[in-house]
């Protein structure tokens, strides 16, 4: 019984909708009427600015975060953490706070994986910089960090590095966070094959995006 509670209350996590909150509470502005119309990070930091940004952000990743540590915290064995934290991904991407239109996961599944593995979620972050540095996309980065988490979870534990050994529920959960950040970017995948994706102002833009006005 305490195992569905706790379901619940990451589900309950995972569907704050913090930029949309944060948008109406602070600046009086529906974020889903600007921009790109989502509710995450990105669109944040475009619409209401770097301080409503990074609260968007840091809501977003730790309540990734302390869904999956919920079960550490009240000592519920036989089931993993990372369940916790994908069903957190789930309300993030399907709020019930917000009419079940969330946001693309990337913090959320960010959030998920440092509770998890803070090593593995460090790699993910040098990998996400690095791509944002050279392609100048967040969009960009996020895709290639989902895949290179899928690529560390087959291929690391064969060497040792980061992770020891393998782990059929990690593996499982990170290929399915990857599946989800993948699938809620397929109209930014578009976008960067037409060269029209938004930039953010850093970076070499090697792709050379010329996004619409």
């Excluded at 940004?53 to 990372?82: C, E, H, N, R, Y």
């Excluded at 020891?164 to 960067?192: C, E, P, Q, W």
Aim: hydrophobic share 55%; charged share 10%; glycine share 10%.
């Amino acid at each position: 019984m305490m195992t569905i509670v706790l379901l619940i209350i990451a589900y309950l996590l995972g569907s704050i909708p913090s930029g949309l909150w944060i948008g109406q509470a602070f600046f009086n502005i529906n974020i889903r009427e600007h921009g790109s119309g989502n509710t995450g990070t990105t669109n944040t930091f475009r619409i209401l600015g770097k301080k409503a940004g990074m609260a968007t952000f840091m809501i977003d990743f730790f309540k990734g975060s302390i869904a999956t540590l919920l079960p550490i915290l009240f000592q519920i064995q036989g089931v993993s953490p990372l369940l916790f934290g994908l069903v957190a991904v789930i309300g993030h991407t399907f709020p019930i706070f917000a009419g079940f239109k969330g946001g693309k996961a990337v913090a959320t599944s960010a959030g998920v994986v440092f509770g998890f593995a803070p090593l593995f979620c460090l790699y993910l972050a040098v990998i996400f910089i690095v791509t944002l540095y050279l392609g100048s996309m967040i969009s960009l980065s996020s895709v290639t960090a989902a895949l290179a988490a899928v690529f560390g979870a087959l291929v690391f534990p064969l060497f040792g590095f980061i992770l020891n050994s393998y782990d059929f529920i990690f593996t499982v959960i990170i290929i399915a966070l990857a599946g989800i950040v993948i699938i809620r970017h397929k109209d930014n995948i578009h976008r960067i094959k037409n060269k029209t994706e938004n930039l953010v102002p850093w970076g070499l833009n090697l792709t050379h995006q010329n996004p619409k006005k």
